[in-house]
């Protein structure tokens, strides 16, 4: 199985600020990592899949890049809207498998 | 608008059986693969188990396999995950998701908690 180790696990950003996540696979998974968010009580939505593709709908403040076994997902200029935890996930193999999450916070 | 709508979950004894099942509304149901995610309260998310789009393949996690089966019936655009010798480890928020090659998890349920506990 494929492990992603994402970090860090919580996050607290001050609004307009930078933040960034990263996950590192336990192999390379050729770009197969897809970014999802998660709000309190909701479901999650995909924002960002193989890297670095923004889904429909996904604010332009929003990135991903990276190859091999190490990625990074960013959100410049974050808003008040963008507090909720995110998630990486591998689909290259299966079992898929996400990452642990991060919470972000707004100090 | 796409939708999906899970139900069935609730509250089970241990090695007790439960049935989920998952309506998809506002796409092709039977042009996508499909999932089932769970996520056990305050933690993160488990990928459980995928179901070709004809339902000919399915694939599971080790920890639910010979336990959990998912299928799914295209015709009614319904997708099911029966779960058997329910332990409390998989008390958790379950959530149908499509799988396209390509456009992993793109849509989700709401969720349906099923909780085991005697």
């Known amino acids: 199985d494929i492990q992603m180790t994402q970090s860090p696990p919580s996050l607290s950003a001050s609004l307009g600020d930078k933040v960034t996540i990263t996950c590192q696979a336990s192999q390379n998974i050729n770009k197969y990592i897809a970014w999802y968010q998660q709000k309190p009580g909701k479901a999650p939505r995909l924002l960002i899949r193989y890297t670095s593709t923004l889904e429909s709908g996904t604010p332009s403040r929003f990135s991903g890049s990276g190859s091999g076994r190490d990625y990074s997902f960013s959100i410049s200029n974050v808003e008040s809207e963008d507090i909720a935890s995110y998630y990486c996930l591998q689909y290259v193999n299966l079992p898929l498998t996400f990452g642990s999450g991060t919470k972000l916070e707004i100090k | 608008e796409v939708q999906l709508v899970e139900s069935g979950g609730g509250l089970v004894q241990p090695g007790r059986s439960l049935k989920l099942s998952c309506a998809a509304s506002?796409?092709?149901?039977?042009?996508?693969?499909m999932a089932w995610v769970r996520q056990a309260p305050k933690k993160g998310l488990e990928w459980v188990a995928t179901?070709?789009?004809?339902?000919?393949?399915?694939y599971y996690r080790d920890s639910v396999k010979g336990r959990f089966t998912i299928s799914r019936d295209n015709a009614k655009s319904t997708l099911y995950l029966q779960m058997d010798s329910l332990r409390s480890e998989d008390t958790a928020t379950y959530y149908c998701a499509s799988l396209l090659p390509g456009y992993p998890f793109a849509y989700w349920g709401q969720g349906t908690l099923v909780t085991v506990s005697s």
């Open positions: 179901i070709s789009y004809d339902g000919s393949s399915t």
């Open positions: 506002g796409f092709t149901f039977s042009d996508y693969n």
